[in-house]
């Protein structure tokens, strides 16, 4: 996110110095940071900013490993992301999962559909793991607002002990051979790592979606720091929204009002940026989006990762989870 900020301070100098040079004589930096905030919600700006890169898997604004799995072709991939390009580190064929469609509840050997996190390397204790496992985050904040139950979701070995996997013997983990599983640890090790699993179909998206979020992202920021609450809600999906699982569109939307009511002057700022194409059975426009918040107003402040989950329909963003 720093290279984009400086890339996007670098333009507004050069192109538009007299402008701002106006605009802070007049008004202060204050208001030379909202026309910066404003053109970050611009999606021309993402538009130029991403034309050389490669974002089919995503876009990242550090050095990602996204590991792609996909069920029907049963096959692993290990991609890395580093500044909009893509390079293929890791493949294993014939690769293990569970029964076919997505998750939906614990003990039905599906290997879920969507886009987690992948932890560390660990020793699960029992042999008919293998040598070792990868734990993933399944079931996250948008499976649970869905319904979905189960979990200890791994990729990990086969069995020591010889014992045959098969489809069913998986329980819905992702079982990769015993004599690569050390060449897949080398891959993903001292890196973020995200774990993607899609049924059949390519999941993938394109620099016009990838702009189209960003805009709307910033676009949301902006009118939270501006205590705009009818734009704000209207970046939520009210039938399906649910705040960390517990608090639907409705009680969420109240507590809003009652916060953006005070009108307190509210410092936002977001980086860290993930934005990921999210598999799901129906094939719909559906994205993760991760970055670091920081949080600042007189009685209330916070630091910290946040991750929403969205649907992009008809160039909007609609929140459907946030954690």
């Known amino acids: 996110m720093f290279k984009i900020l400086f890339s996007l301070a ?10 701002l040079a106006k605009i802070y004589l007049n008004e202060g930096l204050e208001a030379v940071e909202r026309v910066l905030e404003q053109e970050l919600a611009s999606k021309e700006f993402w538009s130029k900013e991403l034309k050389d890169k490669n974002v089919s898997l995503g876009y990242y604004d550090n050095d990602t490993a996204i590991v792609l799995t996909n069920k029907g072709d049963k096959i692993i991939k290990v991609f890395y992301y580093n500044d909009g390009k893509i390079e293929k580190k890791f493949t294993q064929k014939d690769v293990l ?4 469609g997505d998750k939906e509840i614990e003990g039905d050997l599906k290997t879920p559909i969507g886009f987690y996190e992948l932890g560390k390397k660990f020793y699960p204790g029992d042999p008919y793991y293998g040598p070792f496992a990868f734990a993933t985050t399944y079931p996250n904040i948008l499976d649970r607002t869905l319904g979905k139950t189960g979990g200890g979701i791994w990729i990990h070995g086969y069995p020591l002990d010889g014992t045959r996997l098969d489809t069913y013997k ?36 394109n620099i016009d979606e990838i702009s189209t979020l960003l ?87 916070f630091k910290g990762d946040k991750v929403i989950y969205v649907r992009l329909q008809d160039s909007k963003m609609q929140i459907l989870a946030e954690q």
């Not at 670098?10 to 402008?19: C, E, I, K, S």
């Not at 897949?184 to 059949?200: C, G, L, N, Q, S």
């Not at 517990?246 to 940026?273: C, G, H, M, P």
Request: charge should be positive.
């Open 170 to 205: 998986t329980r819905g983990c992702i079982a990769v051979h015993n004599d690569l599983l050390e060449e897949f640890y080398k891959v993903v090790a001292d890196r973020r790592t995200y774990a993607m699993i899609e049924e059949k179909d390519k999941i993938t998206t």
């Open 97 to 100: 999962t569970g029964l076919s």
């Open 10 to 19: 670098f333009f507004f100098v050069f192109a538009n110095a007299n402008n």
């Open 215 to 301: 805009a709307n992202l910033f676009t949301w920021k902006e009118s939270w720091q501006n205590n705009d609450i009818e734009r704000y809600l209207s970046f939520y999906d009210q039938k399906v929204f649910k705040h960390n699982n517990k608090y639907k569109y409705e009680q969420f939307a109240k507590t809003k009002e009652r916060v953006f009511s005070k009108n307190d002057k509210k410092i936002i700022k977001f980086s860290d940026l993930s934005i990921s194409p999210y598999p799901n059975i129906k094939n719909e426009k559906i994205f993760r989006i991760g970055f670091y918040e920081d949080y600042d107003t007189k009685n209330y402040k």
